[in-house]
């Protein structure tokens, strides 16, 4: 299996060899370490439910910034981490702003936020820690696993689109959620032992693969 153990592998691509290095490895899941893979009948249930989908996806831009912020206040010593942290926030809030403006174009209203129904199971996967830094690896192998699993949706969306517009909004994104993901493991790894924190990977990864044999059919980025 295919994994990025550092994330400065990726830092010191140009963004056109990354484009197309990603192009080339996303392909199965492998590069994303996910275990189970999305049914192509969920693109159907996206595309039916166009305007949830994109209501749903801003509101998850919103709450990655707001997640990149929390760790910064409350590691704010770490100064790499929340210096990585920022650009993830703002580059966040910038494809929210991508997703609005993309639905007011389109006629579509963006409404109430709903809760991330995905992410909070995700989060019950772990127990609650008193220990500092056990709970920023644990917040940290949550944010890279929805960022795996935001670009495998996105790549599985982008590539069975008809609409044009749509189709290269989401293969741009993708590559940005894959950035993220390398971040956010690559600082897990970091902060405690490289194996211990493999095999908490390895098993979240389970979880949620068992988690996603039960979704695809509502019209959401994690749905």
């Given at each position: 299996?295919?994994?990025?153990?550092?994330?400065?592998?990726?830092?010191?691509?140009?963004?056109?060899?990354?484009?197309?290095?990603?192009?080339?490895?996303?392909?199965?899941?492998?590069?994303?370490?996910?275990?189970?893979?999305?049914?192509?009948?969920?693109?159907?249930?996206?595309?039916?439910?166009?305007?949830?989908?994109?209501?749903?996806?801003?509101?998850?831009?919103?709450?990655?910034?707001?997640?990149?912020?929390?760790?910064?206040?409350?590691?704010?010593?770490?100064?790499?981490?929340?210096?990585?942290?920022?650009?993830i926030a703002i580059e966040e809030m910038e494809h929210f702003k991508m997703?609005?403006?993309?639905?007011?174009?389109?006629?579509?209203?963006?409404?109430?936020?709903?809760?991330?129904?995905?992410?909070?199971?995700?989060?019950?996967?772990?127990?609650?820690?008193?220990?500092?830094?056990?709970?920023?690896?644990?917040?940290l192998l949550v944010a890279a696993l929805i960022e795996a699993r935001s670009c495998e949706r996105f790549k599985v969306f982008a590539d069975n689109m008809e609409d044009e517009e749509l189709c290269k909004f989401y293969h741009d994104l993708m590559i940005s959620e894959a950035n993220h993901y390398t971040l956010f493991l690559g600082y897990a790894r970091k902060y405690m032992d490289t194996d211990y924190v493999n095999e908490k990977w390895n098993a979240l990864l389970a979880y949620e693969a068992q988690m996603m044999k039960e979704r695809g059919g509502l019209a959401k980025v994690h749905g």
């Amino acid at each position: 299996m295919f994994e990025i153990y550092k994330v400065n592998f990726f830092i010191k691509f140009s963004k056109e060899n990354l484009i197309v290095f990603l192009f080339l490895q996303v392909e199965t899941n492998s590069m994303l370490g996910l275990q189970f893979e999305t049914e192509t009948s969920w693109v159907a249930v996206a595309k039916n439910g166009l305007e949830q989908l994109l209501i749903d996806h801003a509101f998850a831009e919103q709450k990655a910034a707001a997640n990149a912020m929390s760790i910064t206040i409350n590691y704010s010593e770490e100064t790499e981490l929340v210096r990585d942290m920022m650009d993830i926030a703002i580059e966040e809030m910038e494809h929210f702003k991508m997703v609005h403006e993309l639905m007011i174009a389109r006629g579509m209203v963006l409404g109430q936020a709903t809760k991330n129904d995905y992410a909070i199971k995700l989060q019950k996967f772990f127990t609650k820690t008193h220990d500092r830094t056990e709970a920023l690896v644990q917040r940290l192998l949550v944010a890279a696993l929805i960022e795996a699993r935001s670009c495998e949706r996105f790549k599985v969306f982008a590539d069975n689109m008809e609409d044009e517009e749509l189709c290269k909004f989401y293969h741009d994104l993708m590559i940005s959620e894959a950035n993220h993901y390398t971040l956010f493991l690559g600082y897990a790894r970091k902060y405690m032992d490289t194996d211990y924190v493999n095999e908490k990977w390895n098993a979240l990864l389970a979880y949620e693969a068992q988690m996603m044999k039960e979704r695809g059919g509502l019209a959401k980025v994690h749905g």
